[in-house]
């Protein structure tokens, strides 16, 4: 009888026991992986983006991939600086009937060239570099803040996230000048079968002197930005010079024209320097971090995302982190602001290892989030 009532009384315990949200290894090996996600058809495979100029197709099941990477532009990517490098892809909507997708990296020239290209069919595993057409190509004024982000947004544009140029204090003021691409958030249509259109309803369209492709400025250098899937809200990791790291977030269907205010403002103060109040009508963050070792602290943001996935736990927190303090942490939006913040660095931790310098967060198809170990390794997030 007594054995009897003790299996029960463990067996409730066990049944009370709440998993908590950890990771697993989903692939490793890579060379300083900066990227990973999905066409939006394809449940079962991973893209992993290597610094230097490929990208290779994951099998999730296996954590497998093959010998022949899905893109190799090697010979085309500049990586004299830590910054530069391949830095973002995204898919097109419909890649799974086309093979379309696009690109951002730095090339030989220093220039940032965000360019198409189109897989081989019948299964788009490879891609032929020959079929690159080059959208826009522009200087990058030093070695680092090249941004790199590259995504479709809601209203199918897509949106590309630039870095200032580099060096510190924007010397050559890029971010709040609007004859320039640096420092700023660009909106294209690229439907057209060649080419690309600038969207009518752009906000500086037709202004004498402004880059028509415009669409928000007064960034630093936004590494890793993100729509919400469920949403469509937009958030945005901009990186901080001396002292603050920020998070930034816009509504959907709002931001147009929006200023983040750098150079005046690092994070939500004035730049020591350069700095001043905030330009007419700027977007304040809506969470800074100061620089530091500490549980809350760090030196550089990496944006993520808002979490979508099969975790219950996760549903709806805004997860991000920091590279070299290497934490991860998470929020609940509340009408965008950050309530019930959470650091998950201990429960994230890989089996066997230590979280190494996260370089990015990225998202599957149906919206699993990974975190990219610029060491190496692929994670994701499950329930332990």
Request: hydrophobic content about 35%; charged content about 25%; proline content about 6%.
């Amino acid at each position: 009888m007594r054995k009897l009532l003790l299996a029960a009384a463990l067996s409730s315990v066990v049944a009370t026991v709440h998993a908590k949200p950890g990771v697993e290894t989903v692939a490793k090996g890579f060379e300083r992986p900066v990227w990973v996600g999905a066409p939006s058809h394809d449940k079962d495979h991973l893209w992993v983006m290597e610094q230097a100029g490929k990208v290779w197709i994951v099998d999730l099941a296996t954590g497998k991939w093959g010998d022949t990477p899905f893109l190799d532009i090697v010979s085309q990517v500049r990586r004299k600086g830590n910054e530069e490098g391949l830095l973002g892809l995204a898919f097109a909507a419909d890649f799974q009937k086309t093979g379309r997708f696009y690109v951002n990296f730095v090339d030989k020239q220093q220039n940032t060239r965000i360019s198409r290209f189109t897989a081989k069919g019948p299964d788009f595993s490879t891609t032929d570099s020959s079929s690159q057409e080059v959208l826009l190509s522009f200087k990058q004024d030093f070695e680092n803040h090249n941004g790199g982000w590259i995504c479709f947004g809601p209203d199918g544009m897509l949106y590309i996230g630039n870095g200032d140029g580099g060096a510190a204090n924007d010397p050559n003021q890029r971010a709040q000048a609007m004859d320039t691409y640096l420092g700023k958030f660009l909106r294209i249509d690229v439907s057209p079968e060649a080419g690309y259109s600038v969207p009518k309803d752009n906000p500086f369209v037709g202004k004498e002197g402004v880059k028509p492709e415009i669409w928000a400025l007064g960034l630093r250098n936004p590494w890793r930005c993100s729509f919400d899937r469920e949403t469509g809200d937009f958030w945005i990791g901009d990186v901080g010079q001396n002292r603050w790291e920020e998070i930034d977030y816009l509504p959907k269907g709002k931001g147009a024209g929006a200023n983040f205010g750098w150079r005046l403002r690092e994070g939500d103060k004035p730049t020591p320097g350069p700095g001043g109040d905030a330009p007419k009508g700027a977007i304040e963050p809506v969470y800074v971090y100061d620089h530091g070792g500490g549980p809350k602290e760090g030196l550089s943001v990496t944006g993520g995302y808002v979490y979508r996935g099969p975790v219950k736990d996760l549903e709806g927190r805004y997860i991000f982190g920091d590279y070299n303090n290497k934490r991860v942490w998470s929020f609940v939006p509340k009408n965008g602001k950050p309530t019930k913040f959470e650091d998950h660095t201990d429960d994230f931790q890989p089996d066997g290892g230590k979280l190494g310098m996260i370089s990015s967060f990225g998202e599957d198809a149906v919206g699993n989030v990974y975190i990219v170990d610029h060491g190496g390794p692929i994670l994701k997030i499950v329930e332990k």
